[in-house]
């Protein structure tokens, strides 16, 4: 298995050096050993579509870009035209996977009832977005989400059940399937033969902490309750051979020290 680390947020915070920031988390990664990274797709528009310019970054630093997010608007024809954009970019800068995630609503109540009309239009755009990528190359996986129309086991469960699994896999992870109320591991083990991209973040367990925005309660891995040995355990029993990417929304001191100490729990802990 191949152990990644998500990018995004060392470029949140800095509107005029995009760039700089890019490249500072490629070299703190691959400092700590991490073999992949992924990245939301805007990183598009901060290099202007100069997708040689993010390769060289890449090979500088020895490291793959496994997976580019596509955020859903509530537009899928120009979801679609924006897989196609991103499909082209990811192929120039060797990427595999297309990440699909619904549209996030941040207004309360964050839990809502399941809404089957908007879950199987995402399924009929995942389907279309998913034929696009098999026709480039690449896989698309779709990523339940805390605050979206697909999160809990039963929307999952629709959504799958309306997505052809030769051209639309999941993206478990881990955090997000405990917010949503179901065993994780129990959880891989379900949703295995569909399973093709692995998210793994930890989760402070005390539900008194920020009621309002529960994905503030994500940890660096080991600093949380959830059973990594287990949730490792079933993807191997079910050979997974592919990426395992460590994601943490909201690093309690800083990005690198985060990655650092999810990379050594995966060391010390895991054996990888």
């Known amino acids: ?3 990644a680390y998500t990018g ?3 470029l949140i915070n800095h509107e005029d050096n ?4 890019f490249e500072q988390f490629l070299k703190e990664v691959a400092d700590l050993g991490y073999e992949a990274v992924e990245n939301f797709a805007f990183i598009t528009k901060y290099f202007d579509n100069d997708a040689d310019a993010v390769k060289a970054l890449l090979d500088k630093y020895g490291l793959e870009m496994a997976n580019l997010y596509l955020h859903y608007s509530a537009d899928p024809e120009a979801d ?6 991103y499909a082209d970019f990811m192929k120039k800068i060797g990427a595999t996977y297309m990440n699909l995630q619904a549209v996030m609503w941040k207004d309360p109540p964050n839990d809502r009832p399941m809404d089957e009309e908007a879950i199987l239009a995402y399924a009929k755009l995942s389907n279309r977005i998913g034929q ?8 698309a996986c779709f990523h339940p989400h805390a605050n979206t129309a697909i999160f809990k086991e039963n929307e999952i469960d629709l ?18 399937t405990v917010l949503a109320g179901m065993d994780c591991v129990e959880a891989y083990d379900k949703y295995a033969d569909r399973i093709v991209y692995v998210h793994f973040k930890d989760v402070d367990p005390d539900t008194t902490i920020h009621p309002e ?10 600093q949380g309750t959830i059973d990594f040995r287990g949730i490792y355990q ?10 395992i990417c460590v994601e943490l929304d909201n690093p309690p001191i800083c990005n690198y020290k985060a990655a650092m100490d999810s990379r050594r729990y995966l060391h010390d802990v895991i054996g990888l």
């Open 8 to 10: 995004w947020t060392w």
């Open 1 to 3: 298995m191949k152990i």
């Open 18 to 21: 995009h760039k700089w920031e």
């Open 132 to 139: 696009l990528c098999k026709d480039n190359g690449l896989v």
């Open 80 to 85: 679609y035209e924006n897989a196609v954009k």
């Open 234 to 243: 079933v993807l191997k029993k079910h050979g997974y051979k592919g990426v």
């Open 213 to 222: 925005w529960p994905m503030k309660r994500f940890r660096p891995l080991g």
């Open 159 to 176: 959504f799958l059940a309306n997505t052809d699994p030769d051209l639309v896999g999941l993206c478990l992870d881990s955090a997000h």
